[in-house]
Structures are given as C-alpha cells and as structure tokens.
C-alpha cells in the first residue's frame, strides 16, 4: 500500500512540475556579433533571411532597427532587433494574451525556443558572409 501512495505522490508531484515549468523567465538575447566587415544594407539582408528560414515576417522599421513577427495558430509573438554593420540584439516586444504568463515577464516556453531558432539562423547565416 505505501508503494502505491509514494507512487501517487510521484506523480502528482511530476504532474505540477510540468504545469510550473510551461511557462518561463522571458530570453532576450543581448549584444551579438555579425561578424566584420558588413555594411548596414548587408547587416538587413542578413537578418531578413535569416528570420524567414523559418517563417518570421521581417519588417525593417528604420535603418537599425528590424521587428520580427512569428504566427503559430493562434499564438502570436513580436520581438525587436535593433542592429549595426557589426552587431544585434533580440528583444521580446509583445505577444498575445495565449503566450503570456501570470507574473510579469514569464511567457510560454514555445517563445524562448522561436526565439533560440531565431539567434541560431542568425548566427549560420552570418558565418555565410
């Protein structure tokens, strides 16, 4: 009988961990490299295909500063990466209500792991110029 009780207790325990953990500390990803030698124009190019990999719209908002928007169904985010010749970042803007958590700053897992996709195209496409 107590095997089944610690059993139990397991898996209830298992059970809230997993609801806790689906949501998460919002990831923005600070100053990164482009590598050398870029202009600005490149710099944009760059990004564009990088982002479109996999399915981000790419709207160029002023000369350094790219917003990149990603629709799954229903669930929708918006981040900003402001750029140079040489460097970006990637920053959570907005989302909708379906992605956000309880408490400020946390949003569903899904939203970190686009966002890590994001980074990594740009990363190999920047290893390609």
């Known amino acids: 009988m107590k095997k089944f009780l610690c059993l139990g207790l397991l898996c209830a ?54 917003q ?4 799954s169904n229903k669930d929708n985010i918006l981040v900003e990466i402001p750029y140079t010749e040489s460097d970006y970042s990637i920053r959570y803007k907005d989302s909708s209500d379906s992605m956000r958590g309880e408490e400020d700053g946390t949003i569903r897992t899904d939203y970190n792991r686009w966002v890590q996709i994001l980074q990594q195209d740009i990363t190999v496409e920047a290893a390609r110029f």
């Open 13 to 66: 325990a298992l059970a809230l961990c997993a609801c806790k953990s689906s949501y998460v500390t919002i990831q923005n990803f600070g100053s990164r490299s482009l590598g050398m030698g870029l202009t600005l124009e490149q710099a944009t190019e760059l990004l564009v295909r990088a982002g479109t990999q996999h399915g981000w719209q790419m709207v160029r908002v002023n000369p350094n500063l790219m």
């Open 68 to 71: 990149a928007l990603y629709v």
